[in-house]
């Protein structure tokens, strides 16, 4: 697999031999023949979607997270507009979340009617900042959208104590940070809600698909109404009650997630300790790595908590390096390293520019951010071999340029 160094190490991109043959890329899934087995056993059911795989699914879920409440989704993003419309989002309000996003997590405030209105992120975790998430805060306020950023946990006590103050729901968008702990408690039993992605790069994966875990039994409630056009029975409870009727009590939509893809994720779902710890391994190997290269930060880990690394941020020192970060992004990359940048912040999309009017310099320090950040690519199943592919490129690239 990989390529013998050259004598020189000339960079790829600049004629050198690659540091692999093929692309790694930044995220992956990993399937194994018994993921196969337990979706074809499903094929062969007798229910294919609103059967019994969906709620063992949702309780083992539920129980992995130490939620009361599971509810699968079609997807993350449905995952996040059910959460919305259970918190009461409605025009009128406002949500507040980081800028230093995937868009989605904004966009179900809008899908609402609501305004996203975007708080700037701490310099370390770079999660939202709870000072300037406080001085955001109005009378049309009313939920805050916390992310969980690249899996290390959001600083939730100063968050909940100002849910509290101002009585908000708190959304927290942990697609990112499936398994984290925060001061010891499990990221999922937290938050009013917690929103998850099974999206195959993410730590377990249903191909598309997503969940809400909640305490609140009437947001459970509502968020199974919402997910199942609004209709307040299952077709499996009506079958086995030998009933036809139902009553549409709410405007919902389809976003139920299918047998086929609950039996999935079941079966990932058992791995999961499994693949938190290799990430755990592989961020560790990494971090050593970077402490010792010059112009490169390894992502900040902060005492109370244990994250699940989702991604792995390194922020480029850029004035002691004389590239800039597309350079630097270009030539890991023909390394056949396939790096990625989080995010693009999500004000500056032209939807976002367009409707809301902002603008560069509205969120300084998450435009700082993004402008030094590359992801590292991090899958729990990739090899040891892998990891030092990427060190071998990072060390490659960073050294030509360091100054
Ligand atoms: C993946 C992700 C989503 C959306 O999840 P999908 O399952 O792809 O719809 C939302 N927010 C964040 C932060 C994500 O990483």
């Given at each position: 697999?990989?390529?013998?160094?050259?004598?020189?190490?000339?960079?790829?991109?600049?004629?050198?031999?690659?540091?692999?043959?093929?692309?790694?890329?930044?995220?992956?899934?990993?399937?194994?023949?018994?993921?196969?087995?337990?979706?074809?056993?499903?094929?062969?059911?007798?229910?294919l979607?609103?059967?019994?795989?969906?709620?063992?699914?949702?309780?083992?879920?539920?129980?992995?997270?130490?939620?009361?409440?599971?509810?699968?989704?079609?997807?993350?993003?449905?995952?996040?507009?059910?959460?919305?419309?259970?918190?009461?989002?409605?025009?009128?309000?406002?949500?507040?979340?980081s800028?230093?996003?995937?868009?989605?997590?904004?966009?179900?405030?809008?899908?609402?009617?609501?305004?996203?209105?975007?708080?700037?992120?701490?310099?370390?975790?770079?999660?939202?900042?709870?000072?300037?998430?406080?001085?955001?805060?109005?009378?049309?306020?009313?939920?805050?959208?916390?992310?969980?950023?690249?899996?290390?946990?959001?600083?939730l006590?100063?968050?909940?104590?100002?849910a509290?103050?101002?009585?908000?729901?708190?959304?927290?968008?942990?697609?990112?940070?499936?398994?984290?702990?925060?001061?010891?408690?499990?990221?999922?039993?937290?938050?009013?809600m917690?929103?998850?992605?099974f999206?195959?790069?993410?730590?377990?994966?249903?191909?598309?698909?997503?969940?809400?875990?909640?305490?609140?039994?009437?947001?459970?409630?509502?968020?199974?109404?919402?997910?199942?056009?609004?209709?307040?029975?299952?077709?499996?409870?009506?079958?086995?009650?030998?009933?036809?009727?139902?009553?549409?009590?709410?405007?919902?939509?389809?976003?139920?997630?299918?047998?086929?893809?609950?039996a999935?994720?079941?079966?990932?779902l058992?791995?999961?300790?499994?693949?938190?710890?290799?990430?755990r391994?592989?961020?560790?190997?990494?971090?050593?790595?970077?402490?010792?290269?010059p112009?490169?930060?390894?992502?900040?880990?902060?005492?109370?908590?244990?994250?699940?690394?989702?991604?792995?941020?390194?922020?480029?020192?850029?004035?002691?390096?004389?590239?800039?970060r597309?350079?630097?992004?270009?030539?890991?990359?023909a390394?056949?390293?396939?790096?990625?940048?989080?995010?693009?912040?999500?004000?500056?999309?032209?939807?976002?520019?367009?409707?809301?009017?902002?603008?560069?310099?509205?969120?300084?320090?998450?435009?700082?951010?993004?402008?030094?950040?590359?992801?590292?690519?991090?899958?729990?199943?990739?090899?040891d071999?892998?990891?030092?592919?990427?060190?071998r490129?990072?060390g490659?690239?960073?050294?030509?340029?360091?100054?």
């Amino acid at each position: 697999m990989t390529a013998t160094a050259p004598p020189k190490e000339a960079l790829a991109l600049h004629g050198g031999t690659p540091v692999r043959a093929e692309l790694l890329p930044y995220g992956r899934q990993s399937i194994d023949e018994d993921d196969i087995l337990a979706v074809v056993e499903t094929l062969r059911s007798d229910w294919l979607t609103t059967g019994p795989k969906v709620n063992e699914f949702e309780e083992a879920f539920a129980a992995r997270v130490g939620a009361r409440f599971a509810v699968a989704f079609s997807s993350g993003t449905a995952a996040l507009h059910g959460a919305a419309f259970a918190a009461g989002v409605e025009p009128g309000d406002d949500a507040i979340t980081s800028p230093l996003t995937f868009a989605a997590t904004a966009n179900c405030i809008l899908y609402q009617g609501g305004r996203p209105v975007f708080a700037d992120v701490r310099e370390d975790t770079l999660n939202i900042d709870p000072e300037r998430v406080a001085k955001c805060i109005t009378p049309r306020t009313k939920a805050l959208l916390p992310v969980d950023y690249a899996g290390h946990p959001a600083d939730l006590d100063e968050l909940h104590q100002i849910a509290d103050d101002h009585g908000l729901t708190i959304i927290e968008d942990a697609c990112h940070a499936l398994g984290a702990e925060h001061r010891g408690r499990r990221v999922g039993s937290i938050s009013h809600m917690t929103v998850f992605s099974f999206h195959p790069v993410k730590h377990l994966t249903t191909g598309e698909g997503g969940m809400v875990t909640t305490d609140n039994l009437r947001f459970a409630e509502t968020l199974r109404k919402f997910r199942n056009h609004g209709i307040n029975s299952g077709a499996r409870e009506r079958q086995a009650q030998g009933q036809w009727q139902y009553e549409m009590v709410l405007l919902g939509f389809n976003y139920r997630l299918t047998d086929i893809a609950c039996a999935l994720g079941l079966r990932q779902l058992s791995k999961l300790e499994k693949n938190l710890a290799r990430r755990r391994e592989i961020a560790g190997k990494y971090t050593e790595a970077m402490r010792a290269l010059p112009g490169v930060l390894p992502p900040v880990v902060r005492n109370e908590v244990r994250p699940a690394w989702h991604l792995y941020p390194l922020r480029l020192e850029l004035a002691s390096l004389s590239a800039t970060r597309a350079e630097i992004f270009q030539a890991i990359r023909a390394e056949n390293i396939g790096v990625n940048v989080h995010y693009i912040p999500v004000h500056l999309h032209p939807y976002y520019r367009e409707r809301f009017g902002y603008k560069h310099g509205d969120y300084p320090v998450a435009e700082a951010a993004y402008e030094s950040l590359i992801s590292l690519p991090m899958f729990h199943g990739m090899s040891d071999g892998d990891a030092d592919d990427v060190l071998r490129a990072v060390g490659k690239v960073i050294t030509e340029y360091a100054t």
